[in-house]
């Protein structure tokens, strides 16, 4: 009786601990399992919108999970504040926390479209770059302070700074940043074949097809000026993406509708047609129209987001191709009656399709 009474008590003391300590609103963050010094990164992305919103992409030195103090600090960001539609902030920061940050006009919107981010790390100095485009070069003593390894990382989360973000209104929630795929450069100067000088060669990319938990790990975790905590939840795989995802604390997740993640979709030089038939209950054909040649892939989801089969990549030629897909899933066997989503992707560009498929 008294073992029950103290486990009771301990349950109690649990969960109203929770209750004080969890913070309003739930954000995501992603990071790689692997730390590295130098290199070039690149993301394509849409940054998410909102006032008292940013979403990002960085390299940090978890300086906490080996219990040191912030004279190991060392960061590289790229930040997307939602309060502007015309901006992105990047910033360095080195021991003990001294920072440098800028804020760069944009042409862009970078809230509405994808656009493709870097970040050029080397011993003598970091580049950013918007679409190929240097934005900004820092060569100074901030650069020689960058020199402990880093990890990758990109989150979504809600600031306390009003000065800096602009004013909260949690009506906006949900909001969601996605990424459309991450590639990691290693710096070997003078013998490499991409970014500036051909001082880096490609080591990785991730089109975020699924989650690989050999390379990242979802965090867990929050901090003072943060509104949010960082749930494993908020940070979802579907539809060729990976995204991140702000909410309150009782609807977690990616819950738009699958089409709205059609947010790029492809060049009028490359299009998907009306399947048929649709609905269909033996085979439906998709009508790929293409006006240049080209590597293509597809995807079919169902509307849980989880992928029924998928292609390799295959050489499309200037013509009409048709694609038919038989209303069976990888395993070969039949799928059940439903709506399906046809996805078909190049490396720039995504759209999609739906189709309904009864027995």
Known sequence: M???FCLNKLLFFIFFSILIFSKPYKGGELRTEDSFRYGRLE???KAAFGNGVVSSFFTYNDFWEDGLDNSYWNEIDFEWLGNYDDKVQTNLIIQNEWDLPELFDLNI???EDFHIYAIE?????VNFFMDDQ????????YSDSLYHYQKLMMNIWQPTYEDWVGEFDSSILPVYA???WVKYYAYVPNSGNAGTDNDFILMWTDDFDYYDASRWDKANHTWDGNNCDLIYSNVVFEYGYLILCLTNSTNTGYNG??????????????SIGSPFPNPFNNSVVLP???????????SIFDVKGEKIMSSKSFFIDKDIKHISWNGKGSNGKDISSGTYFFQIKNKNHSEIRKVSFLK
């Open 178 to 180: 996605f990424y459309d």
């Open 288 to 298: 790929i129209t293409t006006m240049e040649s080209g590597l293509v892939e597809y």
């Open 109 to 111: 919107n970078p809230h």
């Open 121 to 125: 790390w080397t011993p003598l100095n």
């Open 257 to 270: 509708d699958p089409l709205s993640v059609q947010l790029d979709p492809l060049p009028k030089t490359i």
């Open 2 to 4: 008294k073992k029950q």
């Open 43 to 45: 993301v394509r992305m």
């Open 134 to 141: 240097l934005i900004r070069s820092v060569t100074n003593f």
